[in-house]
């Protein structure tokens, strides 16, 4: 690969990608075309004290990439799983034209099936934070989908597709269905049991407890029925069109699309049962870098937050005066919001301070729990 700095992250207008798919049993090589990220709906303040002046959401910085670029990216994916989760699954890549230009070594994130609009939101956070790319976030080099036949065999699609009705149901929201496909609900508001009144201790007796326990698993079950009967009446519908994809033919029957997203790859995650202390700093300040953009991460958690990679290509952090030896990840469930950038700032640091405490103490806290 040829030496000097890394291509500019616009410089993509497509990609081809062979590994991905199989038509008929065959392997085949896809194209993919770059697309319109998403926005997702702002959280804003609850009060004027909490937001930032006249409650406005701070504004993108002018962009400093060159114009958008025409290059196509020839890749194949390499058959290693690198982790998966709620939106889709990542893989390394081997970069197949590595003579036109210099790139950092690249991983995909491949949308599951029906999460397209959950990636093209991730997407637009990416962009949303272009300052601090290669900085506090990984560099992103393009969202792009193809429409592709509905016998198309995807990998990790038929896998996740047999596995929907027994994957477990977060009933707080994180994996409940919505209209649009994009902005959960609380569930778990919606539908929960509530006790008709409080069980005063002159009242109390472990057969009531276990009684009402009963009662709240009985709940809890019929409402996890209820999400994944949602999830299979969806999927037997056609996809909406979406501002993602204006001009879509998503609702063609024998047609459904596919979205990836290229990203840097990046490192391991943070060590478990070591004092931590020495990286805990620059964790901290990775999230005021996100903040300063009115980003609340929501998705805090030990695996989304990965080392730096083991290049001399870092950018100096324009808020902090120095590279950061770590990344954030999976912006899917992100929010733009006006609160103050210290609001946002305590919030982070209340999470990373549990997740980091219990790293050092050798377990590992999510967010969810």
Request: proline share 7%; aromatic share 8%; hydrophobic share 35%.
């Amino acid at each position: 690969m040829p030496a000097g700095p890394f291509v500019p992250s616009n410089a993509f207008s497509s990609l081809i990608i062979g590994g991905l798919i199989k038509i008929n049993g065959v392997q085949v090589p896809l194209m993919l075309s770059k697309t319109i990220s998403k926005p997702g709906k702002p959280l804003l303040a609850s009060a004027e004290c909490f937001a930032n002046p006249g409650g406005l959401l701070p504004v993108r910085p002018p962009s400093k990439l060159p114009p958008p670029g025409n290059l196509c990216l020839h890749v194949s994916l390499e058959p290693e799983r690198l982790g998966y989760g709620r939106v889709g699954s990542v893989y390394p890549l081997r970069i197949d034209d590595n003579n036109q230009y210099t790139l950092p070594s690249l991983v995909i994130k491949v949308a599951a099936r029906r999460r397209y609009d959950d990636l093209a939101r991730e997407a637009w956070f990416y962009e949303e934070m272009e300052d601090i790319q290669g900085v506090a976030i990984a560099r992103c080099y393009g969202f792009f989908t193809a429409e592709i036949e509905q016998n198309s065999e995807v990998l990790d699609w038929a896998e996740a597709d047999a596995d929907c009705d027994e994957e477990e149901v977060d009933i707080r929201g994180e994996d409940s269905p919505s209209e649009d496909g994009c902005d959960t609900e609380d569930t778990w508001d919606r539908y929960a049991w509530r006790d008709s009144e409080d069980l005063v201790m002159e009242e109390f007796s472990w057969e009531v407890v276990f009684k009402r326990e009963e009662e709240r698993d009985k709940l809890r079950d019929k409402l996890r029925d209820k999400i994944r009967q949602e999830r299979r009446d969806k999927r037997a519908r056609t996809i909406k069109p979406t501002r993602a994809d204006p001009v879509s033919v998503r609702n063609r029957s024998d047609k459904t699309f596919l979205s990836v997203l290229v990203l840097e790859r990046l490192g391991d995650v943070m060590p478990i049962g070591v004092p931590l202390e020495a990286l805990k700093p620059d964790v901290r300040e990775i999230y005021s870098d996100m903040g300063r953009f009115g980003v609340h991460h929501i998705d805090i958690r030990w695996r989304n937050i990965l080392a730096a990679p083991a290049t001399d290509q870092s950018i100096v952090c324009p808020y902090h005066g120095h590279k950061h030896q770590w990344r954030v990840v999976d912006f899917d469930l992100s929010r733009k919001s006006n609160h103050l950038h210290s609001g946002i700032e305590s919030a982070a640091n209340g999470w990373l301070q549990t997740i980091l405490d219990g790293l050092e103490e050798g377990y590992v806290v999510e967010t969810w729990d």
